[in-house]
């Protein structure tokens, strides 16, 4: 059975993203997956790194259990909104108090690069923009993407990085987004079973 993590980067539950979250989880889950969610909107947690890494601060029960569910996983799937070409602050936020070292990382003296501590998770990113999907790749580079896929989980060994991105959603009708949610739980069924 596989062990799944869904987190919701969105900070409302209002939202798109959350139908997407749900409608990923609903579809895994009925594929015999085993499910665990992280909706970051309703942890307890300071998302700001007040003392940058000098100081290590103590980590709150809420990103403490987060922490286990990430151990926890073969597979993270990471559902949130692209604002201004990358993560909402929530997310990010996130990141900066959870995958700290000595848990995303270990830096190892006189080598160029750290010990990857995540290695053996797979990680599937759910993105919905307001840009086109050409605009964000050709002329931006798809910032928001290579900074979750490359600078983030890849420096901490989850590997491989998938995304699957629904682009523009300001001018999405509504069959548009039920495809867009057929098309995530399809994806959910297939990586249930993988």
């Excluded at 201004?84 to 080598?111: C, Q």
């Excluded at 010990?115 to 797979?122: D, M, P, Q």
Aim: hydrophobic share 45%.
């Amino acid at each position: 059975m596989k062990k799944i993590l869904v987190i919701l980067g969105h900070p409302s539950r209002d939202s798109f993203c959350h139908v997407l979250a749900e409608a990923y989880v609903h579809a895994a889950a009925a594929a015999g997956a085993e499910l665990r969610t992280l909706y970051l909107g309703d942890l307890k947690f300071d998302p700001i790194l007040h003392e940058g890494y000098r100081v290590i601060q103590p980590l709150e029960p809420d990103l403490e259990k987060a922490r286990e569910d990430i151990r926890w996983a073969q597979h993270l799937v990471f559902v949130y909104p692209s604002w201004w070409g990358g993560l909402p602050a929530l997310l990010k936020g996130f990141v900066d108090r959870a995958f700290l070292p000595g848990f995303g990382f270990r830096f190892i003296e006189n080598a160029m690069l750290p010990e990857k501590l995540l290695k053996g998770r797979s990680a599937r990113l759910i993105v919905t923009m307001d840009t086109p999907p050409w605009i964000y790749r050709w002329f931006l580079s798809a910032p928001g993407h290579n900074q979750l896929k490359k600078c983030i989980l890849g420096f901490c060994g989850i590997s491989p990085v998938k995304f699957t991105t629904f682009s523009p959603m300001k001018k999405s009708s509504d069959a548009d987004r039920a495809g867009y949610v057929a098309s995530v739980q399809a994806l959910a069924r297939k990586e249930a079973r993988s």
